[in-house]
């Protein structure tokens, strides 16, 4: 018997379930022979499949030179079974008998398929390729004259372009967002005895002349202010069990750039843009890449440059929302967890009074310190 119609539930891919869902066909699959799911006409399911794939994948005959005497077409090519079932990475839970795999097959194309653009990196490989060499470049080859090295092409961005693609970015999905001022943020100073007196000082930044560790966010001289989303992840942050740790409290809404979470990556049978899907695919890469935990060992001047002056740059940026306060990033040791290094100086901390004839505006104020244990 044929397939004339297949549900939502023969498929595992979570877009192509809710396609089917929102036709809203009657209950009795063709393919698995069960009436617990919706079903969908497989001719149209399989247009709809077939539209998506050519949004990030081309026609061979289409675009790639062909040559007899070297073996056909001159690029990577894919046959409809490995792009479907290998590339998309399509999975059909009920189908043991492989009736449902055939029959997708026998609508699709037959034709052979390519890159989407066989003369340009994708989006994502392009970004993706420039951040590589711009870390190269911060660590071993250019440590502060670098922003106009390389070239901007479709397939390559000069650092400078690179950064504000990223910043771009980072404001169209929303990553630009205020923390609220009822919101409790800490800092552990594992170094202060039990019986020494303290005050708001001594849970800021270290003063200029101090300033002498290399962070994940700043050089050694440009100090910050880290702080965390409790007093637990800011005691396993400084990798100790008990702590003097420090609250403090917005004055008012903190703009930051939130990289704790970002959105899930759109699947390839969604109906994302097609470039807003690549670029938030880098940007997952990107968020991974400067969160990755860096050893203290001799390297760590150079392992922690690229985020350095990545925050250097969001720090002067000029997003729509205005230049932000801060960047939240999740922690690596404290499950849900999230640290904030907020770019605050003495004035910003009411830790010193303004210039004169300026008044006091303080972003964010000290609360009081206990001790806390894991």
């Known amino acids: 018997m044929s397939i004339e119609r297949v549900c939502s539930a023969c498929f595992d891919d979570d877009d192509i379930r809710e396609w089917i869902r929102k036709v809203g066909g009657p209950r009795g699959c063709d393919a698995c022979g069960k009436f617990d799911s919706p079903t969908c006409a497989l001719p149209d399911l399989c247009d709809h499949i077939q539209s998506c794939l050519e949004r990030y994948w081309g026609f061979a005959v289409e675009q790639l030179p062909y040559e007899s005497a070297e073996g056909g077409y001159q690029g990577t090519t894919w046959d409809t079974t490995e792009i479907l079932f290998d590339e998309a990475g399509l999975s059909l839970p009920r189908d043991e008998k492989y009736r449902l795999f055939y029959a997708l097959l026998g609508e699709l194309t037959e034709e052979i398929w390519c890159e989407y653009d066989w003369l340009t990196l994708d989006v994502d490989i392009a970004l993706r390729t420039s951040w590589d060499r711009f870390c190269e470049t911060v660590k071993h080859r250019r440590r502060f004259f670098f922003h106009s090295d390389g070239t901007d092409d479709r397939d390559s961005y000069t650092p400078a372009t690179l950064l504000a693609s990223i910043a771009r970015i980072g404001q169209r999905i929303g990553l630009i967002r205020s923390l609220p001022i009822d919101i409790k943020l800490w800092r552990a100073r594992p170094d202060i005895p039990r ?180």
């Open 195 to 374: 019986k020494q007196k303290v005050g708001a000082a001594d849970f800021g930044p270290p003063p200029l002349r101090l300033a002498h560790q290399n962070n994940r966010m700043n050089p050694p001289g440009i100090p910050m202010l880290y702080l965390a989303s409790t007093a637990k992840t800011a005691l396993r942050e400084t990798r100790v069990k008990e702590s003097l740790v420090g609250k403090w409290r917005p004055l008012r809404p903190l703009r930051i750039l939130d990289l704790r979470s970002l959105p899930d990556v759109p699947g390839i049978f969604s109906d994302a843009d097609r470039t807003a899907r690549l670029t938030l695919r880098f940007l997952h890469h990107f968020g991974r890449e400067i969160m990755t935990p860096v050893a203290r060992d001799q390297r760590v001047h150079i392992d922690y440059l690229p985020s350095q002056v990545v925050t250097e740059f969001f720090r002067g940026f000029e997003f729509e929302q205005g230049r932000v306060e801060g960047i939240a990033y999740g922690s690596t040791v404290s499950k849900g967890g999230w640290n904030l290094a907020l770019f605050a100086d003495p004035i910003d901390l009411g830790l010193e009074e303004p210039a004169w004839g300026s008044k006091p505006d303080p972003w964010i104020i000290f609360e009081s310190s206990a001790w806390f244990h894991l």
